[in-house]
């Protein structure tokens, strides 16, 4: 099992910028295809974007495509989302998952390690 710890959510106005980190501990990263995920408040949590084990496959949701990057960088076990021009409805509770597997997933149940999560507030 691997213990995940994101940070870097906040508030933010339309338009602006935030760099979620996701910290990982108890296994190196490096095994593992990695995904971001959200929540928004009386929705169901949706897919945001994956990074595959070796980093060249980085599918995106429709509706961050453009605006946020996902990357990692596994000397410091570490996988980050970059979001640009944020938008009110990106507004959500922001986790990270693990998966043991060398390819992603847009699907939350094939994830077997989850963050805590963190908050990210757009303003209008």
């Known amino acids: 099992q691997v213990q995940l710890l994101e940070s870097g959510g906040g508030l933010v106005q339309a338009g602006g910028s935030l760099r979620l980190s996701c910290a990982a501990s108890?296994?190196?990263?490096?095994?593992?295809?990695m995904g971001w995920f959200r929540q928004a408040p009386g929705k169901e949590r949706e897919f945001v974007a994956a990074?595959?084990?070796?980093?060249?496959?980085?599918p995106y949701a429709d509706s961050v495509k453009g605006r946020f990057t996902i990357s990692r960088e596994n000397a410091k076990n570490t996988v980050y989302l970059q979001m640009n021009s944020l938008k009110p409805e990106d507004t959500a509770v922001y986790y990270c998952?693990?998966?043991?597997?060398?390819?992603?997933?847009?699907?939350?149940?094939?994830?077997?390690?989850w963050g805590q999560g963190t908050q990210v507030t757009v303003s209008s």
């Open positions: 998952a693990a998966r043991n597997s060398w390819t992603t997933s847009q699907l939350g149940d094939e994830y077997a390690d």
């Open positions: 990074i595959s084990r070796g980093g060249s496959i980085t």
């Open positions: 108890g296994r190196t990263l490096r095994n593992y295809a």
